[in-house]
Every structure is written in C-alpha cells, then in structure tokens.
C-alpha cells in the first residue's frame, strides 16, 4: 500500500500559521507583508497561477498588488515598473509571473528585482546563496517538495534522488536543496539516455518535465517515493502529472497525487518568503 502525500493538507496547515503570525504583526502595530505579483500578458496557465498567489495572500492577510500588464509591455515599462517596487516600502516581496513574452529578456528582468525582495529566489544573488549552500530564499517549488516529504518524515540522508528536469525554476534549485540534504543526486533530462535505467535506481523520483505519461510503471523501484511536478492537460482538459499515477501508485511507498501535491506547496512556499522578506527587512532597518 502507498501513502499520498498531501499537499493540499500540508499546504493549508501552513497558511494557517501565516496568518496566525500575520495577526499578531498587525495586532503590534506592523504592517501586514505585501507581495506584488506582475503578469505580462493572457496565459491562461500562468493567470491561474496568479490569481491562486493573491487569493493565497488574502486569506492569510497579506497585501496583494497585482499587475496585469498587456502581452505588448515594452520591457523598459517592465523595468520601470519593478524599480518602483523596489523602491516601495510596503511591498517586502516581488514575483513576476515566467513565462516572459519573447520581446522581453527574461535575465534583464530577474537581475532588476531587489535581491531582498526576490521571494522567487531566482535572482544571480540568490542562486549564489544558495549553490554556496547559505540560501537567502529557497526557490519555492523546490522548497515546497522539501517541506512536503519533511511532514511524512521520509529521509533524504545518504539516499539516490533522481530528478528528471534540468529547469532554473525546478531541476537545478532542487537539486541543490537535497544536496544540501545530503542526498545523492542524479539529474536527468531530454537528452539522458536510457531515462528508465536512472529512474529505476531512484529512491526519491522527482519528474519535473511537463510531459503527460512520460513516468511509467517500469521506471520504478518498487517501494520508491514519487513526486510529480508535471501540470499537464490531458486530451479532454483534465489536468494531470508527468506520472501515469493509477500504474505506478501500487509500486511506491510514497506518491503525490496531481492536482493537489506539490502545486500548493508552491504558493506556500512563496507566502514564507514573502513572510522572511518582511521579517528580514525590518530587521535591516
Ligand atoms: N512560472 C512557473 N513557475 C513559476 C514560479 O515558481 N515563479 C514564477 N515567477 N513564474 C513561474
């Protein structure tokens, strides 16, 4: 028999703390943390995503500035817009929603938020940090998947971690943080040959690819925990993971369900951030 590990759960108890500390900021007088949140353009992905970062802020009681800027943002007007928050005192956290459109350069972007107020962690700075193993912020994803199989106690120690995805906002990060944990880590990615030759070496399987049925019964090790980052629609819209879950389930130990596994772990992760971005810039003060 396997476990679900739930995120939803997990993810939710979290907050909950949030807002417990949230209250007694405000009830002493404090500001509330504030994250502001920049869109270029309609993705429909990435306007989900977004709006489930500011509902998240609202319940805990964070402030929540959006800003939805048309897909013919200039990147310059961008810029502009992100030293302004920069500048901003009640704004501790800024994230500006990836995809980019392709005018726009990604790099110039990251490298013009406040290293303080980058609750991404996708900042050079704080990659500095964290590869150096001193993370200002933990990236989120990677950090939520952390925080998740730290609540059913799976041991990381001396264990092989395969991860199969190479992304600056996943693969790499995550990489770091089990290394951190002292795991043995094995990165994979679209030009790894023979994939179920690795995977089925894996104590811990993260997929983190975004390619529907891409994990399949025999790339597992019968007993292996299974985390799946993948956000995929199916053929008929329903949305679904890297894993071909009711297959592979029976074989782990330990399994995240998608939806309701790692994706709110994300946007837990970020309210921490946002919560440490606001802690640590009072105390600079
Ligand atoms: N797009 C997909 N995931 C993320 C994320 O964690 N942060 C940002 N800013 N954009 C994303």
Not at 98 to 105: A, E, G, M
Not at 118 to 130: C, I, M, R, S, T
Not at 165 to 194: F, M, W, Y
Not at 216 to 225: D, H, P, R, S, Y
Request: aromatic residues 4%; contains cysteine.
């Amino acid at each position: 028999m396997y476990t679900i590990l739930d995120g939803k759960e997990t993810a939710a108890a979290r907050r909950q703390k949030l807002a417990e500390q949230t209250r007694v900021m405000l009830e002493s007088g404090q500001p509330a943390p504030g994250l502001a949140v920049i869109l270029v353009g309609e993705d429909p992905a990435s306007s989900v995503y977004v709006r489930n970062k500011c509902r998240a802020c609202e319940e805990i009681g964070f402030l929540s500035r959006t800003y939805q800027l048309p897909c013919d943002t200039s990147e310059r007007d961008l810029l502009a817009l992100i030293t302004t928050l920069n500048r901003d005192e009640s704004i501790d956290g800024i994230l500006v929603q990836l995809p980019l459109p392709p005018s726009i350069r990604q790099t110039a972007v990251i490298e013009a938020i406040a290293p303080e107020k980058d609750v991404d962690a996708f900042h050079p700075e704080n990659l500095g940090l964290l590869f150096q193993g001193t993370p200002r912020f933990k990236p989120c994803t990677p950090a939520g998947i952390l925080a998740l199989l730290d609540r059913y106690h799976i041991p990381l120690c001396g264990k092989h971690c395969v991860v199969v995805g190479r992304s600056n906002i996943v693969g790499k990060p995550l990489s770091q943080l089990l290394l951190a944990r002292d795991a043995t880590v094995t990165v994979c990615h679209s030009k790894t040959e023979d994939l179920p030759s690795f995977t089925r070496q894996a104590d811990l399987l993260i997929s983190a690819v975004g390619k529907a049925g891409l994990i399949t019964q025999n790339m597992i090790k019968e007993g292996a925990v299974v985390v799946d980052v993948g956000m995929n629609r199916n053929e008929s819209g329903k949305l679904c993971g890297d894993v071909t879950f009711e297959s592979v389930a029976p074989h782990c130990s330990f399994i995240t369900p998608v939806p309701g596994g790692v994706g709110p772990m994300t946007i837990a992760m970020l309210m921490e951030n946002t919560m440490a971005a606001a802690s640590q810039r009072r105390l600079a003060r």
